[in-house]
Structures are given as C-alpha cells and as structure tokens.
C-alpha cells in the first residue's frame, strides 16, 4: 500500500530565506508524484509533478522537487521565501497499482516572516 | 477553460440530517473524484467515477454516503444521515484520460455538522 509521510506539521522561514519540505513516501512499485499547494478557502493547486525521465523537478513560483529512489523521497524546495508562499503543502504519491488514486501526506504549512 | 466547480461552498446542518454536494468537472474529463478532507489531514479519497461508472469506492462509508454521475459529467455526492464526524471540506477533483495522474481540484465545500 502506498504511503507518504511529512516531516513537520508546521515550517516557519524568514522571507527571502530558503523553504524546505519533506516527504517520503512507500510503494511498492515506481511512483509518480506531486506537490500541490492550498491556500485558505481554496482548493488544491497543482506545483509540480515527478512521473518519469529527470528527477529534478521544477514548478510554478519558483518551487523544485528532487526525486531520490534510493531515499523514497521528494522533498520541495525554493530558494527564496516569498510572503506570498504561506500556505498548507501537501506532498501525495499515486501509482499503477492504485489506480489513479492519489494518497496525500498530512500536509505541512509554511508560514513566511517579514 | 474552465476550473472543476462545485457547490454549495459552505453548509451547516444540524447531525442526523442530510446534505448534498455538487461537482461539475472540467468539459471532457473522464474520471472524477471525491476526496474528504478532515481539518488538519490531507484528502482521503473517498470515490472515483470513469465516466458514469464506479472504479474505486472502497473507503466510501456506504452505510450513510452515496455518489452518483449518471450521465458521466457532473456528479453528487450525498451523506443521510450526517455525523458530527463528518465535518470536513469535500473537495471533488478531475482529469482526463492518459494525463500522468494531475488532477484538478475544485474549491471544495466546507460542510459543519453540528
């Protein structure tokens, strides 16, 4: 069974300093996985995705993600906070053998201090 | 194009009545999701629809939620009677066939049992 773990319920950087976010995730087959990103009374929007080919990953609003097999992770990045980056992330997995069902972490929420 | 819309976007209902959900996804989208997200977790899936017919229900509580997609477009999502448990956001996501999993999410609907 697929799974995904968050380190970090909450994340708190300085604005203009480097965002970093955690997940690993089990599977028992080759993942394919996301970012998505959701701001208060909003749903959930895509940031980026790992699905085959480069294991580095970039995003919309500057955001990356490295796919590390040998770690089962796919922590997300961005080197520079901006206010406008606090919100909740979550980090999800879906496979062949799940269908196209998506199985989200707990989700982390990044606050950005001025 | 046009985003996956749902409605209402917020409802209060007292336990033991019951409510529905609405989803209309993006034109041309074949499968259709519900996710329940309980505040402070990430969305649990809770019914897949390809076109009008059922792929994954099994974490769908069948004994008080139903769903249907009849004419494999929109969708309804259904609880009776309500729990106080099941206050939650319900967030009803789309994609096409053959899209490397992205799905799109709609807003949500904030349902209160009280």
């Known amino acids: 069974a697929q799974s995904v773990t968050q380190l970090g319920s909450h994340v708190s950087v300085s604005e203009g300093a480097l965002v970093l976010l955690r997940c690993n995730y089990s599977?028992?087959?080759?993942?394919?996985l996301f970012w998505y990103v959701q701001y208060p009374n909003q749903g959930l929007q895509l940031l980026l995705k790992?699905?085959?080919?480069?294991?580095l990953v970039k995003g919309i609003n500057g955001f990356e993600a490295e796919f590390k097999k040998s770690e089962t992770s796919f922590h997300l990045t961005k080197p520079s906070a901006h206010m406008s980056d606090a919100a909740e992330y979550f980090c999800?997995?879906?496979?062949?053998?799940?269908?196209?069902?998506?199985?989200f972490g707990a989700g982390t929420i990044l606050r950005v201090k001025s | 194009e046009a985003g996956v819309a749902q409605s209402p976007r917020y409802k209060i209902i007292e336990k033991r009545q019951s409510v529905a959900f609405w989803c209309n996804p993006i034109?041309?989208?074949?499968?259709l999701y519900w996710y329940q997200q309980i505040l402070g977790q990430g969305p649990k899936l809770l019914i897949q629809?390809?076109?009008?017919?059922?792929?994954?229900d099994s974490q769908l509580p069948k004994d008080r939620f139903s769903a249907e997609r009849l004419k494999g477009v929109d969708s309804t999502l259904k609880i009776q009677p309500a729990k106080l448990e099941d206050s939650a956001v319900y967030l009803c996501?789309?994609?096409?066939?053959?899209?490397?999993?992205?799905?799109?999410f709609g807003p949500g609907t904030r349902l209160t049992v009280t």
């Open positions: 999800a997995v879906s496979d062949l053998s799940g269908g196209n069902k998506l199985v």
């Open positions: 599977s028992s087959v080759p993942p394919y």
């Open positions: 790992y699905t085959t080919g480069a294991t």
């Open positions: 034109s041309g989208h074949a499968t």
């Open positions: 629809f390809q076109n009008n017919g059922v792929v994954d």
């Open positions: 996501a789309s994609n096409p066939l053959g899209s490397s999993y992205e799905q799109y």
